[in-house]
DNA sequence: CCTCCACAGGAAGCGCAGGAGT
DNA sequence: ACTCCTGCGCTTCCTGTGGAGG
């Protein structure tokens, strides 16, 4: 066959295979639908808070708490865009501005998306944050709207630049005239209270709303509602949808998961030809995404990390059970010099490797070895075969893969 | 009981790139 | 051309600490 027909093959395949899809941006997560099924009740709260802003007056500032996938994002994003609506009709001066803190990933360009929101161009860098800050309270104060602010995963935002932002901002209607501003703080995380000053807490969530994770029950009713305007006719097995419920509802209920489950294992079965979703499709979705996530973290990676990942390959197959920081320095250290490179401070390394925890690829955990110290036990959380794979392929790092370590052999022979 | 190891991880600051105003 | 700003990656310096062995 030449190369061409076979092409063809592919692409024909491709094109006569309706058998599985009938429309699978249903399946993405930023897909918002128009039922949102077991968050009624949420919906209704916060609805009944932000419906004030139609008669022009400021609502509460809203806190909301859920772990991921528990439809926090999807329902804000509903109400909101129903009441923008409603604002049409009504003339009611609503601004609306949606800003995801952790893409954001700093205090200015969280400001600068807003300025963003009310017609203001800010450059994305340059200028003092005081400056923007300045910006965006002029063109508010120009708008004269009521300005409703989402800061979607604000945990992040608070964790790395604290909550300085929050606070300008509650503190913002004792300065402005004819706009006000309404806050929506959305956080994946339960213990943000803990990160926040007093007097930003108490004026951030007036209310507060806490989304449940889904069970699987609802799980698999919300994955039936998504499935039926996803696939065609027959072709998800009941199965395969309980199956994708189970396993989301496991992993604390995240919805967001299910759907992921669901929209891959539908593409693994479009591509092995088949015309129905199956149980066993779905398992081979699960492996699908944990093995893409992991291939595309490592080789995300920056030089650095990858060769800190590659120094815990190496001393992870000397056979004892969990490196240390300090060999897994040394090691580090002999790879940096083979490659020619200047290596960094141990105390770098020691947040690389929290970085590489952070992210599930290896487990680090403090232990005290009483008089031998206090250190990190680091275990690989991957599989090896994979590390090895990904990091041989890479030009640089290639040759390094089936290199002895010298420390290795020579190491001091701590006791466990 | 105290000591003391081998680090953890906070704080401060540095040099750099990218950009603004003047 | 100059000075100022920011975020980022990094180093330097530092204080804190759980528990085995004395």
Request: no cysteine; aromatic share 6%.
């Given at each position: 066959m030449t190369d061409s027909s076979l092409l063809d093959d592919v692409f024909d395949k491709f094109i006569s295979n309706v058998r599985i899809f009938k429309d699978r941006e249903v399946l993405r997560h930023d897909y918002i639908p128009n039922r949102l099924p077991h968050r009624e009740q949420q919906i209704r709260q916060l609805?009944?808070?932000?419906?004030?802003?139609?008669?022009?007056?400021?609502?509460?500032?809203?806190?909301?708490?859920?772990?991921?996938g528990t439809g926090k994002t999807a329902v804000v994003k509903y109400v909101l865009g129903r009441l923008e609506f409603k604002a049409k009709e009504f003339g009611a001066p609503i601004k609306l501005c949606y800003v995801n803190c952790r893409l954001a990933g700093s205090e200015y360009r969280t400001f600068a998306s807003m300025c963003q929101a009310l017609g203001a161009t800010v450059p994305f860098t340059g200028l003092s944050v005081g400056e923007v800050f300045d910006r965006l309270k002029v063109s508010l104060e120009l708008s004269g709207t009521l300005f409703m602010v989402v800061?979607?995963?604000a945990d992040a935002l608070i964790r790395t630049c604290g909550d300085g932002l929050l606070y300008e901002l509650t503190r913002m209607n004792e300065v402005l005239r004819k706009s006000k501003v309404t806050l929506i703080g959305i956080s994946n995380d339960l213990?943000?209270?803990?990160?926040?000053?007093?007097?930003?807490?108490?004026?951030l969530s007036e209310e507060?709303?806490?989304?449940?994770?889904?069970d699987a029950d609802e799980l698999r009713n919300i994955l039936a509602?998504?499935?039926?305007?996803?696939f065609i006719?027959?072709?998800?097995?009941e199965a395969a949808l309980g199956l994708c419920a189970a396993l989301a509802a496991a992993e604390h209920g995240d919805a967001r998961r299910a759907l992921d489950l669901l929209r891959v294992a539908g593409e693994v079965a479009e591509r092995e030809g088949g015309n129905v979703v199956t149980e066993e499709h779905v398992r081979e979705a699960e492996k699908h995404i944990e093995h893409n996530r992991v291939v595309e973290a490592l080789n995300n990676l920056t030089l650095h990390s990858k060769l800190v990942a590659l120094?815990?390959?190496?001393?992870?197959?000397?056979?004892?059970?969990?490196?240390?920081?300090?060999?897994i320095f040394d090691v580090y250290d002999e790879l940096s010099g083979e490659l020619g490179i200047a290596p960094l401070t141990q105390r770098r390394l020691g947040t690389l490797i929290n970085e590489l925890d952070a992210m599930g690829l290896l487990n680090a955990k403090v232990v005290s070895m009483g008089r031998y110290g206090r250190t990190k036990k680091i275990r690989l959380e991957i599989a090896r075969s994979l590390i090895r794979d990904v990091f041989a392929a890479d030009n640089r790092l290639g040759r390094l893969v089936d290199y002895e370590p010298h420390c290795l052999s020579k190491r001091s022979d701590r006791r466990h």
């Open positions: 609805g009944e808070k932000v419906a004030p802003l139609l008669k022009g007056a400021r609502s509460s500032n809203v806190l909301i708490y859920g772990q991921t800061l979607d995963e213990r943000l209270k803990e990160f926040l000053d007093p007097r930003v807490l108490s004026s507060e709303m806490v989304f449940r994770p889904y509602e998504r499935a039926d305007a996803a006719k027959n072709a998800l097995s120094s815990i390959y190496h001393l992870d197959k000397t056979g004892s059970r969990g490196a240390i920081t300090g060999e």
